[in-house]
């Protein structure tokens, strides 16, 4: 299985497995699994970092390594996902899962996050 991490279940990932789901850690923990993370991510996590919104510095500053270790995906963004991302209906007011929604409509993945809200988007969700 495909799946895009959305930025909450990355930071739990590391930080707090405890309040993934049991499906969710499943998934994640299975090597036979792909888990890509966005380049939306990184900035949504830097950005609430630099907002002192979210205390995560060192996981934002060492994220490439950490993404290396745990044989995650870095997922850039492209310039056709970003126009598709812009152009999505408003569902989700935040504009970092509608790229996240964007990403996983242009390459058939399914996210793995607790937000009921993207249920609302043609996408698989998994949690």
Do not use: C
Not at 78 to 94: K, T, V
């Amino acid at each position: 299985m495909k799946v895009l991490l959305d930025s909450h279940a990355l930071v739990w990932w590391f930080s707090d497995p405890g309040k993934l789901s049991k499906r969710a850690t499943s998934i994640v923990s299975n090597s036979t699994n792909t888990a890509f993370v966005s380049a939306a991510t990184a900035w949504e996590l830097a950005t609430k970092v630099n907002l002192g919104k979210l205390n995560a510095l060192a996981l934002v500053t060492d994220l490439p390594q950490h993404l290396e270790e745990e044989g995650f995906v870095e997922l850039p963004i492209s310039i056709g996902q970003a126009s598709r991302a812009g152009l999505l209906p408003l569902h989700h007011r935040d504009p970092f899962d509608r790229r996240l929604v964007a990403q996983a409509q242009d390459l058939g993945v399914a996210i793995l996050s607790a937000d009921a809200l993207l249920d609302r988007y043609d996408i698989k969700r998994v949690w």
